[in-house]
């Protein structure tokens, strides 16, 4: 079932609302609780029943773990903390990953290794994820066992258990505890706009630029050569889906909180705008790059620079520290933290040569901040300019069939498999055909009108995602998410337009009634066929 999806919009969420408030009105909150348990164990089953029993068994074998280490003495829990990361990352190993390594052996070896192909749990990366997070903090000596419905609400809670955002159980178990689960207007109107916004994100933006560069891709992995103009076109239009698909699901994720009083974390601030690319993971994937720093790069340069400081090397980098320290504190944390976080994103050789280009990108730009003569900048909009495009680059092999299919189109960008124009544009104008003929460039049987509405589709969605204010700005003082963006005066990435939206701040009128009803009108009736969100199976 997706959020986008008739039988989720007119059938499961209202339903899930009404017996909620319902059950906590006259019954209280435990029975409202109980049931969006049930709900969610519904809303996941509906995918596939087959692997509810491996949920619910996670569930309850994490929830045991993080009883026993709360019991045993501290000297004890390591070992518990550690037995419960090895059976998470063990299942979500054999499902994600148990394919790609036998077909990698398969061709490295010329073997014929045989394994039924393995279908991958809806989810099992963001609820492992979530778990082992929860396992490191009751590890600790201040931490308290969550009860056992907090725990199943905390994996199981149906806005963010696709897809996230990754929460953190600081986070969510004092709002589960403190939850009346009744209706609340304030609470539906901040939801249902957030969710009517993120729909409209999904189903008219995102959905609507796939059409267009879905070709580009299926070209490129029947290995036919993308002409310089196609391969801009599908690697800035994959990034403008990317980013509209997965805020839009994002957002819709909080709406959903919000409308049973659930405040969730903030997972994207305009990450577009970005001016260079540590900016651009703080605000891409947020609640994502808070878990790879606290969970995995900082505990490795921690490590290093223990083991440094045990043999009095030096650990300051920068012009008057060390150069092997910042190699080894940071560059190295940095390309294994990015190697990991491309490999979660998918079982493909594709998705590590998308980790590996962000730990250069991310070691390039430690490198620059460190090194660089103090006079030398770069000016924010260029800035923006090369973050923008080295991510997108980076993007078009999360989204190709391969590397091979991946480098083809960046090759097509680079102008290596020249530059095609249509025909009718050499029919029409032929002096200037002639002139272009001697640069090199060519002609070809292209459909002039798709190609014009592909690139008005791209500067529709440029001008949205780097000039307008994002929703969270917009509804700030209502507090829709955790953590919140800076507001306009303050966020500097929003010059141009920020003066004129200022007073168009949300607040729950019926011009933002009828504003919200407007885009979900459009966004229902662009649900003439039902796409799953890009993330839906990672």
């Known amino acids: 079932m997706l959020f986008n999806s008739y039988e989720f919009l007119f059938a499961f969420l209202p339903l899930t609302l009404v017996i909620c408030f319902a059950l906590a009105r006259l019954v209280g909150p435990g029975a409202a609780q109980l049931w969006l348990i ?8 509906s995918w596939n029943l087959q692997y509810l029993p491996l949920l ?15 019991r045993a003495p501290e000297p004890r829990r390591p070992a518990l903390l550690a037995l419960g990361i090895a059976v998470d990352l063990a299942l979500l190993g054999y499902y994600k990953y148990t394919n790609y390594f036998i077909d990698s052996l398969n061709s490295l070896s010329h073997s014929q290794i045989f394994v039924a192909n393995i279908l991958l749990p809806l989810g099992i990366s963001f609820y492992t994820f979530q778990q082992i997070t ?5 590890s600790g000596p201040d931490a308290h066992a969550p009860r056992l419905r907090d725990f199943a609400l905390f994996v199981i809670f149906f806005p963010h258990l696709i897809a996230g955002p990754i929460v953190h159980h600081r986070e969510m178990m004092p709002q589960f505890r403190a939850a009346s689960w009744r209706y609340n207007s304030s609470n539906m109107a901040v939801g249902l706009t957030l969710f009517a916004a993120g729909l409209f994100k999904k189903a008219v ?9 879905a070709p580009i891709y299926a070209d490129a992995a029947a290995h036919q050569p993308i002409s310089f103009l196609y391969a801009w076109a599908g690697i800035v239009g994959f990034t403008l889906q990317m980013y509209f698909d997965f805020s839009g699901y994002s957002e819709m994720a909080l709406g959903l909180a919000r409308t049973l009083g659930i405040t969730l974390p903030m997972n994207f601030n305009s990450p577009l705008k ?3 690319i540590i900016e651009y993971w703080s605000c891409w994937h947020m609640t994502l790059t808070r878990f790879l720093t606290g969970y995995l790069y900082n505990p490795m340069a921690m490590s290093i620079t223990r083991w440094r400081r ?7 980098p920068g012009p008057r520290g060390s150069l092997g320290a910042a190699a080894s504190i940071i560059a190295a944390p940095t390309i294994a933290t990015m190697l990991i976080s491309g490999l979660w994103h998918g079982a493909g050789n594709q998705y590590i040569v998308f980790g590996a280009l962000h730990g250069s990108y991310l070691v390039t730009n430690h490198a620059w901040r460190l090194y660089r003569p103090r006079r030398l900048g770069i000016p924010r909009p260029l800035g923006v300019l090369v973050t923008f495009i080295v991510a997108a680059m980076a993007l078009t092999y999360f989204h190709a069939s391969g590397v091979r299919a991946g480098t083809d189109i960046i090759a097509g960008a680079a102008g290596l498999h020249g530059l095609a124009l249509p025909d009718v544009i050499a029919s029409r104008l032929p002096s200037l055909a002639a002139h272009l003929a001697q640069a090199g460039i060519t002609f070809a049987p292209l459909p002039l009108p798709p190609l014009l509405a592909m690139a008005a589709w791209i500067l529709a969605l440029l001008a949205i995602a780097l000039l307008l204010p994002n929703l969270l700005q917009i509804m700030a003082p209502w507090q829709p998410a955790i ?19 200022r007073h168009l701040a949300w607040r729950p009128t019926p011009f933002w009634a009828a504003a919200a009803a407007a885009v979900s009108a459009c966004a229902i009736l662009a649900l003439n066929h039902v796409t799953a969100f890009l993330y839906w199976q990672f």
Do not use: E, K, Q
Request: proline share 8%.
């Open 56 to 70: 619910l068994g996670s569930i309850l074998f994490n929830y045991t773990i993080a009883r026993l280490m709360r």
């Open 483 to 501: 953590t919140l963006p800076l507001p306009y005066g303050d966020d500097r990435r929003i010059a141009p337009l920020a003066p004129l939206l």
């Open 134 to 138: 929860l396992l490191v903090d009751m």
């Open 38 to 45: 049930a709900a969610s164990f519904y809303f996941y089953a």
């Open 310 to 316: 045990a043999r009095r090397w030096p650990i300051a």
């Open 274 to 276: 970005a001016a260079s």
């Open 205 to 213: 933006l995102a959905d609507g630029i796939a059409a267009a560069i």
